[in-house]
């Protein structure tokens, strides 16, 4: 398997414009998970889905963030209008659910987000 | 609430020292527990994990952790440390009554000295 599948792996765009991240889970998982990483704030989950249903976005920031999961094998994250302050690294991360509750969190390489 | 606590915010280190990173929940109940490592401008990767049975697990590159569910902990151990080791180590928890939201810790940023 390839892994978890995110693009673009970097993004550098204006204060204002529309930024859209992409993911791909591992096949066969039924959770994803949207994180964002910064020196200042640490990691942080910013919503999570199970079988394409949104859990818990509780972690999503305001409402310029935005999340789906049309089907199992794809998810976005939009933010609009994006912000200096939105810049970090956002990660998605799959996983499965079996007998024992769920099993590790397998990361994707990262989209870093530079918001100018 | 549920949390992890990881109090070593940094740890510096010599090459062939001993290691072991601290880590404490708060969850009276069943949980599965993790390490995670994060080389350098990478991504997070896993480490070792413990669901159930002996509660010393080993994981890769030589890493070790022991669970000990009347501390809430399950500290992370490496018997002698390499440049390579250079990271930061994120520990991480699944209780089981929490849908599988995965809660970490703060992260230990581990520097090693050659």
């Known amino acids: 398997d390839a892994g978890v599948i995110q693009s673009p792996r970097h993004e550098v765009t204006e204060m204002g414009q529309e930024v859209t991240l992409r993911c791909k889970p591992i096949?066969?998982?039924?959770?994803l998970f949207w994180y964002r990483q910064t020196m200042m704030r640490g990691l942080e989950l910013l919503i999570y889905f199970n079988n394409n249903v949104p859990i818990d976005d509780s972690g999503m920031p305001e409402d310029r963030f935005s999340a789906k999961m049309p089907n199992a094998s794809f998810s976005t994250l939009k933010i609009q209008p994006s912000e200096p302050r939105d810049s970090a690294v956002y990660f998605c991360?799959?996983?499965?659910?079996?007998?024992?509750?769920?099993?590790?969190?397998?990361f994707g390489p990262g989209t870093r987000l530079t918001v100018t | 609430a549920q949390s992890v606590s990881q109090h070593n915010h940094h740890v510096i280190l010599s090459e062939a020292a001993s290691l072991e990173l601290g880590c404490n929940y708060s969850y009276g109940g069943t949980v599965n527990l993790f390490w995670y490592v994060q080389y350098p401008g990478q991504h997070l990767q896993l480490l070792l994990k413990y669901f159930s049975g002996d509660p010393l697990v080993k994981g890769i590159k030589g890493f070790e952790a022991e669970f000990i569910k009347s501390k809430f902990s399950f500290n992370l151990r490496k018997p002698s440390v390499q440049w390579s080791d250079t990271a930061e180590y994120f520990c991480?928890?699944?209780?089981?009554?929490?849908?599988?939201?995965?809660?970490f810790g703060s992260g230990t940023r581990l520097s090693i000295r050659p």
């Open positions: 096949s066969g998982h039924d959770y």
């Open positions: 991360a799959s996983s499965l659910i079996g007998p024992q509750g769920s099993y590790e969190q397998y």
């Open positions: 991480a928890v699944i209780p089981y009554s929490s849908a599988s939201k995965i809660i």
